[in-house]
C-alpha cells in the first residue's frame, strides 16, 4: 500500500488550501482513512477521521473538511481559516484490517504516506 500527500504549502492566515493523499490500493477497501499532523517539536495528532462517520479534532472543527471520493481513489482534507498553529507536516493514514479502534488514535491506523508541510504565515 502506497500513500501519497500533495497539496501542501505557503499561506497567510485566513488562507485555504486543500490537501490530497492518492492511494496504490482502492480507497473503498479501507475500513477508515485519516489525517494526522505534527509539528516541530510536537507529537502526531490527529486531525480528521472518516469511515461511516467522520470525526474532527476540537482544533480544526468547523474549519477542516475531510472528504473521500472512491472514484479517485483519494482523500483530501480541505482547510480553510488558517491559522498559524496549523503550521506542520500533514500525514494521510489508512486501516485495512477489521476489529475496534479509536479513530482519532495514531495506533488506529496501518498504513502512512510521507507528509506534505504545510505553512501559514501570521
Known amino acids: 500500500v502506497q500513500l501519497v500527500e500533495s497539496g501542501g504549502g505557503s499561506v497567510q492566515s485566513g488562507g485555504s488550501l486543500r490537501l490530497s493523499c492518492g492511494s496504490s490500493?482502492?480507497?473503498?477497501?479501507?475500513?477508515?482513512m485519516g489525517w494526522f499532523r505534527q509539528a516541530p517539536g510536537k507529537e502526531r495528532e490527529a486531525v480528521a477521521s472518516i469511515n461511516n462517520r467522520i470525526v474532527y479534532a476540537d482544533a480544526v472543527k468547523g474549519r477542516f473538511t475531510i472528504h473521500q471520493d472512491n472514484t479517485k481513489n483519494t482523500l483530501y482534507l480541505h482547510m480553510d481559516s488558517l491559522k498559524p498553529e496549523d503550521t506542520a507536516t500533514y500525514y494521510c493514514?489508512?486501516?485495512?484490517?477489521?476489529?475496534?479502534?479509536?479513530?482519532?488514535?495514531?495506533?488506529?491506523?496501518?498504513?502512512w504516506g510521507q507528509g506534505t508541510q504545510v505553512t501559514v504565515s501570521a
Open positions: 490500493e482502492p480507497t473503498r477497501d479501507y475500513v477508515l
Open positions: 493514514a489508512a486501516r485495512s484490517r477489521g476489529g475496534s479502534w479509536h479513530s482519532l488514535k495514531a495506533s488506529a491506523y496501518e498504513y
